[in-house]
């Protein structure tokens, strides 16, 4: 963030550089790994405790990459087994995956994003954390 200030010259733009750029970064991580980084990233980084609109738009296109990511590991696994049951490990660690991302995107937006979401984007942030609330119980 120091070097985010530096680069940016003038205060008033930090925070939404420092935003983006961590926004971002988290978004690839959480499409690319199964793991918390994207999480680790995002309270590392300062912008879980941040309340403005910038911190908004990053959480959210974290909440986005990890929602798709889940939805990816789903379209695989309905795609490579037509049974409900499956005996491959590789499946069973792929619906893992699946619902390590939901629930990961389901806090994101419980324990932070209703926070700091606008006025206008409160009723789409609320249905949208219903709505990952409710598919984490059905997994």
């Given amino acids: 963030r120091q070097w985010c200030a530096i ?19 988290a978004s690839q991580v959480a499409k690319a790994s199964t793991n918390h980084g994207s999480l680790i990233l995002l309270d590392v980084s300062g912008l879980l405790d941040e ?3 910038y911190s908004f738009h990053s959480i959210m296109s974290v909440v ?10 789903a379209r695989h696994l309905s795609r490579s087994r037509v049974s409900f049951v499956s005996q491959d ?3 069973l660690m792929s619906s893992f995956a699946a619902m390590r991302s ?4 389901s806090l994101l937006i419980q324990e932070n994003l209703l926070l700091v979401s606008p006025s ?3 009723s789409s942030t609320l249905s949208l954390g219903l709505l990952t609330e409710l598919i984490c119980e059905i997994s």
Wanted: glycine share 4%.
């Fill in 7 to 25: 680069l940016c010259g003038s205060s008033s733009n930090v925070s939404q550089v420092w935003s983006r750029a961590v926004g971002s970064a």
């Fill in 51 to 53: 309340r403005n609109r």
């Fill in 64 to 73: 986005l990459s990890l929602c798709a990511s889940a939805l990816s590991e």
């Fill in 89 to 91: 490990q590789t499946d």
């Fill in 102 to 105: 939901m629930v990961q995107a």
């Fill in 120 to 122: 206008s984007m409160l």
